[in-house]
């Protein structure tokens, strides 16, 4: 496992035959990418959305979130034909182009987003459940953390038995998860009123520059959380058949699912005006094709996001064992992360993951937007390991890495510095509350950082990676100030 893959090979060298059969094809990778994508966010987008915007600016958000998702996109898949050697995705792309402190940060940030999403997905997930059974009512009960714990666990299981076979039942998923989108925007196509579409289009009191900035910055968190996943195969690139099938996979999986969630929000809002879009109740798109269809509607979406969320779910453990496993390999997280069981599942850092999920459940006790909150701080906490991924794109096509002579590398290079501009935008874009509280979860993380460092006989940080903790420290620091003055709310 993570075998180093040939460039163009249709295997890998020095894989068993038995180990290459259970290496993963295009079709596990696009599934991958597409499962990890479309989660439970896709059911509640529209609400997500039209809680901060109206039409106008959605669209806007849109494009903007088009062009900069698709180059990000086109980044990832360039780095995997640059750069076959690296393994790792978004962590490995920071430590190759900026260092181990900025690949172990990548990787960290990368984690913390992944299983905190998870925590999302099980908000969601009994919201939807709560529809047939009253019991898990809201998704945030004490039967829903019961009921949510034991999906943990199962998931946890499943995949202790091998990443291969739990990739087999993501492809499952995946396909079972876009009927019922699919029924949706095919059915809302007949009920699609143009006024509801345009009424408040601008906001209130029509079109301003600052409200429609606004709103638009609004938007950006929603869109990014619902395109987390992107780089769901370049993750696993060490475990895919072939190297070239990662790039395909990311691209294939992107636009399809764009167009999805384009689809998704200009049909809701033919729907309903945005007011009643952003009040509907969890999951969004149940309550509006009820509002439509009746109450089979509503089943319909439910029992959909039902298994969609699992998928997700599973899918996005994948990944969360996945990035502490091959960091540490690599040497930037402590040895522990990179021990196997004979299934070749990450053993160590699936228990490590799924432990905290179970921690975080809890706080269904003590929240009433969990849900809101989780994907909030998880689009947050990805926004470094995308960032530096683009940034490496940039170092890469200007450096010619990877590029026969002759080669031109104009258009990567204009990729990666749409795909930078994009990734800058998020930051400023989430907000200083949600940078703040990532870095309380930045910050323990250099103690993690120091003892891999001390485990490969290097006894103390540069100076630069001294001064980088200091200031994740500070910032830690400022953002407990914060919360206990109440400025920042984290329930």
């Given at each position: 496992?993570s075998?180093?893959?040939?460039?163009d090979?249709g295997?890998s060298?020095?894989v068993?035959p038995?180990?290459q059969?259970?290496?993963?094809?295009l079709?596990?990778?696009?599934?991958?990418?597409?499962?990890?994508?479309?989660?439970?966010?896709?059911?509640?987008?529209?609400?997500?959305?039209a809680?901060g915007?109206?039409?106008?600016?959605i669209?806007i958000?849109?494009?903007?979130?088009?062009i900069?998702?698709?180059?990000?996109?086109?980044?990832?898949?360039?780095?995997t034909?640059?750069?076959?050697?690296?393994?790792?995705?978004?962590?490995?792309y920071?430590?190759a182009?900026?260092g181990?402190?900025v690949?172990?940060n990548s990787?960290?940030g990368?984690w913390?987003?992944?299983w905190?999403g998870?925590v999302?997905?099980?908000?969601?997930?009994?919201?939807?459940v709560g529809?047939?059974?009253?019991i898990?009512?809201?998704?945030q009960?004490i039967?829903?953390?019961i009921?949510a714990?034991i999906m943990l666990?199962?998931?946890?299981?499943?995949?202790?038995?091998?990443?291969h076979?739990?990739?087999?039942i993501?492809?499952?998923t995946?396909?079972?998860?876009?009927?019922?989108?699919?029924?949706f925007i095919?059915?809302t196509?007949?009920f699609?009123n143009?006024e509801?579409?345009?009424?408040?289009?601008w906001g209130?009191?029509?079109?301003?520059?600052?409200?429609v900035?606004d709103q638009?910055?609004?938007?950006?968190l929603v869109?990014?959380?619902?395109?987390?996943?992107?780089?769901g195969?370049?993750?696993?690139?060490g475990?895919?058949?072939?190297?070239?099938?990662?790039?395909?996979?990311?691209?294939?999986?992107?636009l399809?699912?764009?167009v999805i969630?384009?689809?998704?929000?200009i049909?809701?809002?033919g729907?309903?005006?945005?007011?009643?879009?952003a009040?509907?109740s969890?999951?969004?798109?149940?309550?509006?094709l009820?509002?439509?269809?009746?109450?089979?509607g509503?089943m319909?979406?439910?029992?959909?996001l039902?298994?969609?969320?699992?998928?997700?779910w599973?899918?996005?453990?994948?990944?969360?064992?996945e990035?502490?496993f091959v960091?540490?390999?690599d040497g930037?997280?402590?040895?522990?992360?990179?021990?196997?069981?004979?299934?070749q599942?990450p053993v160590n850092a699936l228990w490590?993951?799924?432990?905290?999920?179970?921690?975080?459940l809890f706080t269904f006790?003590?929240s009433?937007?969990?849900y809101?909150?989780?994907?909030?701080l998880?689009?947050?906490?990805i926004?470094?390991?995308?960032?530096?991924?683009?940034?490496?794109?940039?170092?890469?096509?200007?450096?010619?890495i990877?590029?026969?002579?002759?080669?031109?590398?104009?258009?990567?290079l204009?990729?990666?510095?749409?795909?930078?501009?994009?990734?800058?935008?998020?930051?400023?874009?989430?907000?200083?509350?949600?940078?703040?509280?990532?870095t309380?979860l930045?910050?323990?993380g250099?103690l993690?950082?120091?003892?891999?460092?001390?485990?490969?006989?290097?006894?103390s940080?540069?100076k630069?990676?001294?001064?980088?903790?200091?200031?994740?420290?500070?910032?830690?620091?400022?953002?407990v100030v914060?919360?206990?003055?109440?400025?920042?709310?984290?329930?």
């Amino acid at each position: 496992m993570s075998t180093k893959l040939e460039h163009d090979s249709g295997g890998s060298a020095g894989v068993h035959p038995d180990k290459q059969d259970k290496r993963l094809g295009l079709g596990a990778l696009t599934a991958l990418v597409v499962g990890s994508m479309i989660g439970g966010g896709a059911f509640n987008l529209a609400a997500d959305l039209a809680q901060g915007a109206n039409a106008g600016a959605i669209l806007i958000g849109w494009v903007i979130t088009g062009i900069g998702i698709i180059a990000l996109g086109l980044s990832f898949q360039n780095l995997t034909m640059r750069r076959p050697d690296l393994d790792g995705g978004v962590y490995s792309y920071a430590r190759a182009g900026f260092g181990s402190f900025v690949g172990f940060n990548s990787a960290w940030g990368y984690w913390l987003s992944a299983w905190l999403g998870n925590v999302a997905y099980a908000t969601l997930l009994f919201s939807s459940v709560g529809y047939f059974f009253p019991i898990f009512e809201g998704g945030q009960n004490i039967a829903s953390i019961i009921g949510a714990s034991i999906m943990l666990w199962l998931v946890h299981t499943l995949i202790l038995r091998g990443v291969h076979e739990a990739s087999m039942i993501n492809i499952v998923t995946t396909i079972a998860k876009l009927v019922p989108i699919f029924a949706f925007i095919t059915i809302t196509l007949f009920f699609f009123n143009l006024e509801n579409f345009t009424f408040d289009f601008w906001g209130q009191g029509g079109f301003s520059w600052g409200s429609v900035r606004d709103q638009v910055v609004s938007t950006m968190l929603v869109t990014l959380w619902v395109f987390i996943g992107v780089e769901g195969a370049v993750v696993l690139s060490g475990r895919a058949r072939k190297r070239s099938d990662v790039g395909k996979a990311t691209v294939i999986g992107l636009l399809g699912t764009l167009v999805i969630y384009l689809l998704i929000s200009i049909m809701s809002l033919g729907l309903m005006t945005p007011e009643n879009v952003a009040n509907a109740s969890q999951p969004a798109m149940a309550y509006l094709l009820e509002s439509a269809v009746g109450p089979w509607g509503a089943m319909l979406i439910n029992g959909g996001l039902v298994i969609s969320v699992l998928g997700a779910w599973l899918g996005w453990t994948l990944l969360a064992a996945e990035i502490p496993f091959v960091a540490a390999k690599d040497g930037v997280f402590p040895k522990w992360f990179t021990k196997e069981n004979q299934n070749q599942a990450p053993v160590n850092a699936l228990w490590l993951t799924n432990g905290l999920i179970q921690l975080f459940l809890f706080t269904f006790l003590i929240s009433d937007a969990a849900y809101n909150f989780a994907f909030s701080l998880a689009s947050s906490a990805i926004l470094i390991p995308y960032v530096f991924s683009a940034f490496y794109q940039v170092k890469v096509a200007k450096n010619g890495i990877g590029y026969s002579s002759g080669e031109r590398k104009t258009r990567d290079l204009a990729i990666g510095l749409v795909a930078s501009v994009y990734g800058l935008w998020l930051i400023y874009a989430a907000g200083i509350d949600y940078l703040l509280l990532t870095t309380l979860l930045y910050a323990p993380g250099t103690l993690l950082y120091m003892k891999a460092q001390r485990e490969n006989g290097i006894k103390s940080l540069t100076k630069t990676e001294w001064m980088v903790a200091g200031v994740l420290t500070a910032l830690a620091i400022f953002a407990v100030v914060r919360i206990l003055s109440g400025n920042i709310s984290v329930i």
